[in-house]
């Protein structure tokens, strides 16, 4: 299983970036999708996750400024950034999980850098 994550970037303040991550070697329609960030010198904080019923997890951070959405039959997740803000600069990681009794199943993308000019 590999999941590729794309869209960061260099934006400035007020700016907008599209993050999108595919999936490939399975198939994840049962998966929750989502996504989180790691700032420099700061723990990964959970930004987003949609359930494969497309009920919808934010960060307080982010709400009203983010959307996700996903298309489970391309195995793909997207995250809409609109209104940025330096404070959101980070290290975009994407993943998809199920939980699988006692465990959880989990993926994890490479990582994609989003920075944030003030």
């Known amino acids: 299983v590999q999941l590729q994550a794309s869209g960061g970037g260099l934006v400035q303040a007020g700016g907008s970036l599209r993050l999108s991550c595919a999936a490939s070697?399975?198939?994840?329609?049962?998966?929750?999708m989502g996504w989180y960030r790691q700032a420099p010198g700061k723990q990964r904080e959970l930004v987003a996750l949609i359930s494969s019923g497309g009920g919808i997890n934010f960060a307080e951070s982010v709400k009203g400024r983010f959307t996700i959405s996903r298309d489970s039959a391309k195995n793909t997740v997207h995250l809409q950034m609109n209104s940025l803000k330096p404070e959101d600069t980070a290290v975009y990681y994407c993943?998809?999980?199920?939980?699988?009794?006692?465990?959880?199943?989990?993926?994890w993308g490479q990582g994609t850098l989003v920075t944030v000019s003030s």
């Open positions: 993943t998809f999980r199920r939980t699988v009794v006692p465990g959880l199943i989990e993926y």
């Open positions: 070697g399975s198939t994840f329609s049962n998966y929750v």
